[in-house]
């Protein structure tokens, strides 16, 4: 959010006055704020597309999550696959939704893609602050954000890597759409 900040910062100007009274700063920040007010949007946008396009695959292939799958390993037709009936995930709750593709995995690539591309770069010094406790972290990266948001979805045990990389894909092609189509620069 820094980076965002002193972005919009870098763009202002100084405080000359126009024949009207209004300051070109006064001025810019107005445009500088819809500006990024069409950035916010353009991720808002990207973050919902690559939600129902995830949501929509999910029912389409309606897919075991890893909790069901290691149980009840030993009825899928396969006799070398052995169930284990006391495992379980290592995060408290596995979502009552199929599991593929990971829905974490369509948004956070879509709304990290949007900022690298307000930012113009792929670093975006983005920091999610801690909420319980554990210290909060901090993203050098777009792609350093999607991969730990993928692996700690694998890691808990909510998701297999098939479901984690298709979702990262859903979520660049729904970005770079939505970007290419409805947010276009406008000629000065």
Known sequence: MGRVV???????RGPTRTAEGSSIAETLLVIDASADLAWLEAGVRGKQCACRTCFDAKYHYAFWRPITAIRAGDTDGNDATVGDPAWSTLLAATPNHPEYPSAHSCVTPAGGGVIARFLGTEQIDFTVPSVTGL?????????????????????GGIHFRSAVEDGIEIGKKTANQVLAHHFKRSEP
């Open 6 to 12: 002193s972005h919009g910062a870098q763009r202002r």
């Open 135 to 155: 210290g909060d972290r901090i993203f050098a990266r777009a792609k350093d954000l999607q991969d730990e948001v993928g692996n700690a979805r694998i890691w």
